[in-house]
């Protein structure tokens, strides 16, 4: 299948005992708990569905009126009907099923690097060939630099699909609209599926605005946009994500997440059913630590190499060459801090690495940031 092993594999070997004060920014998680009415010890469970049974495959009904409510009115998907959502096992499994139902074994994907590190495995484990694209960076370096030139290049006669993440894990890149209209642009010329991967739309900072391309015209039939309440509202154990397709898709897409997982948790959807009727104070309250531990890192890592990350959860530092980044991953280990290698996230990342600013406090972030400064040599 082409499945390796992950770095984070490696880290964990070195972490096995974690210092006290550890500070664990290797991972994409949040310090905060989730919306108190979402909490297992606060839930009425005399109003929630019978958790013991099998529970209908699609989701929770009322949790799918909802969503499509929300993705109506918040995002601008037209015509969104609850038959248009699937619920599943996190955003991950939303893209195993999304991939699985359009595409066929040998098929290439486009995926915009750098990129969250399970998708090459998602892919190739359906049996499709993730084909590496070097581009927010290249967006970060040159705002003006032509989406079409950086795809094209890639692009053969098995090219069936593109994925990407707006805001991106890892550096934080949130697409402009012009940018989005020239990817919908490049998917409806070669006629590419688009997997939009949109985790992180809540989380858009500095007067910025969250674009999905399936509210985009035309985009709607060729788009499989995936969500979860991990990041939304701190609920990565919960295992609860959901994806949106064309109608004409979604019933086959039905039939593999089915198939794979026949249906998610019933007690964890009404937990995400809670944390979206309730969710509002929680995803200000959040917006506004993230941004704090945001500011506090950078400028506390002022004069390193980054992009401002312009959504998200992650800080995306450069170094100047791999061994440079491994070194700096050891030596701010063994002062109880775990950043994340780059290779993870593509070919061409080797020299980076990722902090996620919302894995802990802001003070503890800004305390991250103080180890950091003489690593990097910035005294
Ligand atoms: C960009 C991106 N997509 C998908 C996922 C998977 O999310 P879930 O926990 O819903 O499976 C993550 C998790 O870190 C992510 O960063």
């Known amino acids: 299948l082409g499945l390796r092993a992950s770095v984070f594999a490696t880290l964990a070997d070195k972490i096995r005992h974690p210092p006290a004060g550890f500070l664990p920014l290797h991972i994409g998680d949040t310090c905060l708990p989730p919306p108190e009415a979402a909490r297992l010890d606060r839930l009425d469970w005399s109003r929630a569905p019978n958790p013991y049974p099998y529970s209908h ?44 139902t359009v595409l066929n074994p040998g098929d290439e994907v486009l ?38 030139d950086l795809l094209a290049p890639y692009l053969s006669a098995r090219t069936a699909a593109l994925y990407f993440a707006s805001p991106n894990n890892p550096d934080g890149k949130v697409l402009s609209r012009g940018q989005v209209e020239a990817l919908a642009e490049f998917a409806l010329r070669h006629d590419l599926w688009v997997f939009s991967d949109e985790v992180y739309q809540d989380y858009v900072y500095d007067g910025r605005s969250h674009l999905s391309i399936a509210s985009l015209p035309d985009m709607a039939e060729r788009t499989l946009a995936v969500f979860s309440f991990s ?14 397709g064309p109608a004409d898709v979604m019933g086959h897409l ?11 948790s019933a007690a964890m959807q009404y937990v995400a059913l809670q ?9 200000e309250e959040a917006r506004r630590t993230y941004l704090e531990a945001r500011r506090l890192l950078v400028e506390g890592l002022a004069g390193a190499r980054f992009p401002l990350p312009e959504g998200g959860a992650y800080l995306w530092l450069e170094l100047d060459s791999e061994e440079a980044a491994w ?48 690593l990097l040599g910035l005294g």
Not at 57 to 63: D, F, I, K, S, V
Request: proline content about 7%; charged content about 15%.
């Open 254 to 264: 039905r039939r593999v997440a089915n198939h794979s997982v026949y249906n998610v």
């Open 57 to 100: 495959p699609a989701g929770l009904p009322e949790l799918l009126e909802h969503l499509a409510g929300r993705l109506a009115e918040v995002w601008g998907f037209q015509g969104m009907v609850p038959e248009r959502l699937q619920i599943t096992c996190g955003a991950t499994h939303a893209l195993s099923c999304a991939a699985r």
């Open 111 to 148: 995926i915009l690097a750098p990129f969250w590190p399970l998708i090459p495995g998602v892919l190739s484990s359906a049996g499709l060939v993730a084909v590496q694209v070097p581009f927010s960076d290249r967006l970060y370096a040159d705002p003006g630099c032509s989406v079409v």
């Open 327 to 374: 070194e700096l991953v050891d030596r701010a280990l063994q002062q109880g801090l775990a950043l994340a290698p780059g290779e993870a996230f593509g070919r061409d990342y080797k020299h980076c690495l990722r902090l996620c600013f919302t894995a802990a406090p802001p003070a503890e972030v800004a305390r991250a940031a103080a180890i950091l400064r003489p």
């Open 231 to 244: 990041k939304s509202y701190g609920l990565a154990g919960a295992r609860v994500g959901y994806v949106a």
């Open 275 to 283: 944390a979206l009727r309730h969710g509002q104070a929680f995803l």
